[in-house]
């Protein structure tokens, strides 16, 4: 176990190497141990550690920010906090700390933060990476976010906090860009002071890369002055594989309908659509209307075949999709027309009469009203 002390008093610092000492069992290598908390953060991002005990209360900078820093560049490396008071716990454990000593330290709590210590390395260790080598891995963020594994299983990926997950997000839809940090904190913290935003930024950046941490052959999250760049390397996204294949497609007709209903059942939702990001929104709006043009063009070959089940169901799911879609209530009324179904047609005027009224305050367009007014006469 190779760890590193840090505390603003030498005799505290002491303290420890001497329990180190006694402790002979725990097979301890100390590699460093600093009173200054600046020379302290370059030895320990630049040596190979396990550990850290960290002192809270230090000059210039807490013990807290310290970590909140190192764990940007290491969030694998496991904290121990020492300090003598205990005010400061909750936001140790926010952290991941592994432990919080009180000064004075007695003998046998520091032999419980060893054994503690050294299981958890051993789990690390032992712990088995998802097979994703190899292959690229696709990121799902039609509806919500999952991963899609080489081996093709989904995978549910599960952030510390909502703010976390919007984090990542936000950054994968930035993805190459470098974001900048105060960017970040007006959109996720601007109801907290600064330093505080600032801490939360660190620590929620620590758990993104933990989350992250079974595909780091895929994401890679660099930290700069300014901000961060969150690099992909063999991901591809669902979202975008979609609009590719609805590129491609032929014209439609009796061969190629079978194409398009396979690539139309692909959409699983909107752009992020579980989650109502504001910054989603253009995304979201694009890929919607791109789902309403084909689905339009695929109900419409259903009614030209006389098919009036299937276009039927198109037209219903346009509707759902979009409530102001008026050619779609339009093509309905018809179809109900048609069959016969008087109470249908009424039905689909009056919801679309509704709909309009209650979110744009219009009346449907003339040639619907038209050509209602003469059905009704006929009816």
């Not at 939702?269 to 339009?296: C, P, R, T, V």
Request: glycine share 2%; with cysteine; aromatic share 12%.
């Amino acid at each position: 176990m190779r760890v590193m002390l840090v505390d603003d008093e030498q005799l505290a610092l002491d303290f420890l190497k001497r329990y180190i000492e006694k402790t002979p069992e725990f097979d301890i290598e100390i590699v460093g141990s600093y009173t200054n908390p600046i020379l302290a953060k370059d030895a320990i991002l630049e040596e190979e550690i396990d550990v850290l005990f960290l002192d809270i209360n230090l000059p210039e900078i807490t013990g807290i920010q310290l970590a909140e820093e190192i764990l940007e560049e290491k969030p694998e490396l496991i904290i121990v906090f020492v300090t003598a008071y205990n005010d400061y716990a909750v936001e140790a454990f926010e952290l991941n700390a592994i432990d919080y000593l009180v000064k004075p330290v007695q003998l046998n709590r520091f032999k419980e933060t060893l054994s503690r210590l050294t299981k958890k390395l051993e789990a690390n260790s032992s712990q088995v990476q998802p097979q994703t080598k190899g292959d690229k891995l696709q990121v799902n963020v039609l509806g919500h976010l999952s991963f899609t594994l080489p081996n093709k299983k989904t995978k549910e990926i599960h952030f510390r906090t909502k703010k976390a997950l919007e984090l990542f997000l936000y950054l994968f839809h930035r993805r190459h860009e470098l974001v900048n940090k105060h960017v970040l904190v007006e959109m996720l913290w601007n109801d907290l002071e600064s330093s505080r935003a600032f801490a939360q930024l660190y620590t929620a950046i620590y758990h993104i890369r933990k989350s992250l941490a079974p595909y780091s052959e895929y994401f890679q999250i660099k930290s700069q002055t300014e901000g961060y760049i969150l690099h992909t390397n063999k991901v591809q996204v669902d979202a975008e594989e979609w609009e590719a294949q609805l590129e491609q497609l032929p014209p439609l007709n009796e061969n190629s309908i079978e194409r398009y209903l396979k690539v139309m059942k692909l959409y699983k939702g909107s752009y992020l659509q579980q989650y109502n990001y504001w910054w989603a929104e253009a995304d979201q709006f694009h890929l919607e209307q791109l789902w309403i043009k084909h689905a339009m063009k695929m109900a419409g070959f259903y009614n030209q075949l006389d098919n009036l089940e299937q276009a039927k169901r198109w037209y219903h799911s346009i509707c759902q999709l979009q409530p102001l879609k008026e050619e779609a209530y339009f093509a309905l009324m018809k179809i109900y027309a048609k069959e016969g179904k008087n109470a249908l047609v009424h039905q689909q005027y009056q919801a679309l009469k509704k709909v309009l009224e209650e979110e744009l305050d219009v009346l449907p367009e003339e040639k619907i009203i038209d050509w209602y007014n003469k059905w009704s006469v006929k009816a």
